[in-house]
């Protein structure tokens, strides 16, 4: 984690340098310093350029060395070229945090790649560390401290955190904020991200005491280190994800199911789960979840039925469906509480949820509404629709229910529909710091933001299982022996049996007698499976057979497939027949960026065509297990379907807590996949199983990026 002194420098300089400060009023180097000199900012700023002069009032030093104390922080905004020679200068004056705003690098081909890596390497030499380059910047409204150069006013001081790679991204928001008094605690550009990531900056904005909520836009695929501070600032905050990218698929290559099922979205939801993160579906759901996370805590009680109130059928029906669509319950009204709404309202009006009061609901109606849905125990948030009404101004139904809502602690949520007639309603609401939406819709997503952030709030304090039992070191003396690739089953056995995942009763044979011989041991019926070189899909090439009654029967069989398969045969495999049950596959594999990931799909072939399947991060927390089951049709099928049996999901939990472990303490283990795992009343069992140790190209590769973070971290450290 970043030094909190380095990132005090960055969010809270005592002096700031600002190199390439212009006196050409349309240059971008003049914004900067306006902002910074203008805009109320307390600490020193000094600029720098090196025609000298002066600026508002400001001599302009020829270079960085020259700057006097305090300066903690420079703000580089010079043509590309020149970069890597100012950050020298900037090392050399002892400065250890530097915002370089400059474009024309990585982001514009292979010559910026180049600068871009001599920037990075002059900023290592010095350990200093860069936020961007291409980047606009940090802004605290709070502070005043600002190092853009968007034109002003600032956004308004508020409680949203916005970390964004990208710049454009940033603006437009501050903008489209503005006149809806939407405000923020601060914004984060990081731009190309060369050194510092927006994860490295997250624990700031967690411990911010005038943020309640951050949203981090991101682009480039997630990373252990990046679930890591999300997690950790998940334990002070919420943190909204906006996660640009979600529609490519993975490029993997298919030798697998698991590896075909691993698409980038796929393992970016696992990530972003572990990471205790709300993950948005589109940018507007993204601000519907930040300010409703702003204005209020997710509630501490239950929040699942809720209350809908309003004066029209249309937008009622509508709350009604965003609800049920994003997991709530209608609140059943009881009896009493119809028989009060019935007490005031006209003989017309609906009284069971949706309530609808008709178009002649007065201020004192909604006001009497809210108060008796608020104070049902049926009830654990209301969603209020109020479309300008026709005989009464919006305004006034506002300030009848604001008292109403800040007198309650469960959630109200309000869907202020309409533009002309609303603005007067919408000020009340904004001075109340209470948000408002235009559509049910986003209201719903709001009482959604709040649910989420209940559960992740658990989430992200939940430590990772482990299994205690496991041998590892029998785990490691099997794989010492074993070369890059598929192992073969005996190695695969042992593995499995050093972190006692439980596999059905079977032996391994090299000859067709050894087979009759091994199936008596075992007991009829059994199954029979080739063991031949090349053959992956054993069912495929008609290598399975299930049931087989009597030793003639295996020895038969044995000694067809040792003539079909000529050189490739290697042996068969006898098995005991398992007891009917669900079929499973579990799955696992090491990702470049995430390192070990299990898998759950629900089973049979048909599971790529389906989608019917579930990552998580290795080792598992009981939160990952629990979406593994429920992200999948697999905690459904559980509960009994068509012919099978209801079976308690026990055996196949402490299957996935095992196989993660075991992938968690290996990092030899680059893929397996147990297909079938077959759950059943009597117990669940790993019928087949694969397992691929990586090959040597694949560890160095992860041995090399070890070492590079090292060597970083070190010279970071200087
Ligand atoms: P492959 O995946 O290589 O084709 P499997 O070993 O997975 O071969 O076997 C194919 C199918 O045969 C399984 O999905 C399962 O339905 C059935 N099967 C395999 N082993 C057993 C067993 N021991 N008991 C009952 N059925 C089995
Ligand atoms: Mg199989």
């Known amino acids: 984690m970043l030094e909190p002194d380095i990132l005090r420098a960055f969010f809270r300089p005592r002096g700031v340098a600002v190199i390439g400060a212009s006196t050409r009023p349309a240059a971008l180097g003049y914004a900067v310093a306006r902002n910074l000199l203008q805009g109320g900012y307390e600490g020193a700023v000094h600029l720098v350029n090196p025609k000298g002069g002066t600026l508002f009032g400001q001599p302009l030093y020829p270079s960085v060395r020259q700057v006097p104390d305090p300066v903690e922080l420079a703000v580089v905004i010079v043509p590309a070229a020149a970069v890597p020679r100012v950050l020298e200068e900037v090392g050399q004056r002892g400065i250890r ?12 081909g292979a010559e910026g790649q180049a600068l871009q890596t001599a920037l990075l390497q002059t900023a290592r030499r010095y350990g200093l560390r860069v936020l961007g380059p291409n980047c606009i910047g940090i802004l605290d409204p709070h502070r005043k401290f600002n190092t853009t150069f968007l034109p002003p006013p600032p956004p308004k001081p508020g409680g949203v955190a916005f970390l964004s790679q990208s710049g454009a991204l940033a603006a437009a928001l501050l903008d489209w904020s503005y006149p809806r008094d939407e405000g923020f605690s601060l914004i984060v550009s990081t731009g190309n991200q060369a050194d510092l990531t927006w994860a490295d900056l997250l ?22 280190a990046a679930v890591e501070a999300l997690r950790a600032a998940a334990l002070h905050k919420p943190v909204v994800v906006l996660q640009a990218g979600r529609t490519q698929a993975g ?31 589109d940018t507007r759901t993204a601000l519907a979840w930040a300010r409703a996370l702003e204005a209020r805590d997710a509630p501490r009680g239950r929040l699942q039925h809720i209350a809908v109130l309003t004066n029209a059928g249309g937008p009622g029906v509508l709350a ?36 609808d ?100 709030r658990e989430a992200a304090g939940q430590a990772p299982l482990r299994v205690t039992d496991a041998d590892r070191a029998a785990a490691e003396r099997a794989l010492r022996a074993a070369r890059p690739g598929w192992l073969p089953p005996t190695t695969v056995a042992a593995l499995l049996d050093a972190y006692r995942i439980p596999r059905v009763a079977e032996a391994y044979a090299a000859t067709p007698e050894e087979a009759a011989a091994a199936a008596q041991r075992i007991g009829f019926p059994v199954v029979l499976k080739v063991h031949a070189a090349g053959v992956v899909h054993k069912s495929d090439v008609g290598g399975v057979r299930v049931g087989l009654r009597t030793p003639e029967a295996v020895r038969e069989t044995a000694q067809a497939w040792q003539a079909r398969f000529g050189a490739a045969w290697r042996g ?32 049979g072939v048909e599971v790529e065509l389906l989608d019917d399947a579930a990552f998580a991060l290795a080792p598992l927390t009981p939160a990952d297990l629990d979406a593994l089951l429920h992200e999948t049709s697999v905690a459904r099928r559980l509960r009994g379907y068509r012919h099978l049996p209801a079976v308690p999901d026990q055996g196949l939990r402490e299957v996935l807590v ?61």
């Not at 809210?370 to 104070?375: G, H, K, S």
């Not at 309650?408 to 533009?419: D, E, I, S, T, Y």
């Not at 669900?582 to 090491?590: A, D, K, N, S, T």
């Not at 075991?662 to 069992?685: I, K, M, S």
């Open 97 to 108: 945090a530097a915002i370089v705003q400059s474009g024309g690098f990585a982001e514009v």
């Open 203 to 224: 624990p700031w904005a967690a411990q911010d005491p005038a943020t309640r909520v951050v949203l981090v836009y991101v682009e480039s695929p997630p990373d252990r």
């Open 251 to 281: 490029q993997r290559a298919a030798a697998s199911h698991t590896a075909a099922l691993a698409g980038s979205q796929a393992l970016a939801r696992a990530a972003y789960r572990r990471a205790a993160a709300l993950l948005a579906p």
């Open 320 to 355: 009604t469906d965003a609800l049920a669509e994003r997991g709530f319950h209608l609140a059943q009204l009881s009896d009493e509480v119809q028989r009060d709404l019935r007490a005031f309202l006209p003989p017309a009006a609906s009284v069971a949820n949706p309530v």
């Open 357 to 456: 009061m008709l178009a002649s609901a007065s201020p004192e109606d909604y006001a009497r509404g809210l108060e008796t849905l608020l104070a049902a125990a049926e009830v654990d948030g209301v969603l209020l629709i109020l479309p300008p009404p026709p005989g009464h101004s919006a305004g006034a139904v506002a300030r009848a229910i604001i008292p109403v809502m800040q007198a309650h602690p469960k959630p109200v949520v309000v869907a202020l529909m309409g533009g002309r007639l609303t603005p007067e309603a919408e000020a009340h609401f904004r001075a109340a710091g209470l948000p408002v939406f235009p559509f049910p819709e986003e209201a719903a997503a709001a009482l959604d933001a709040w649910a989420r952030a209940q559960t992740r």
């Open 572 to 603: 068969v495999v006898v098995q005991a027949l398992a007891p009917q049950g669900h079929e499973v596959i579990v799955g696992g594999l090491r990702d470049p960026r995430l390192g070990p990931v299990v898998m759950l799909g629900a089973g």
């Open 658 to 718: 095992r196989v993660a472990t075991l992938l968690a303490d290996h990092p030899q283990l680059a893929e397996l996949d147990l297909n079938p795992v077959r759950v059943t009343p009597q117990g669940t069992w790993v019928l087949d199983a694969r397992v691929r140790v990586g090959g040597a190209g694949e560890r160095d590769k992860a041995a090399d990026e070890k070492e590079q973070s090292a060597v970083s971290r070190e010279q970071g450290a200087r």
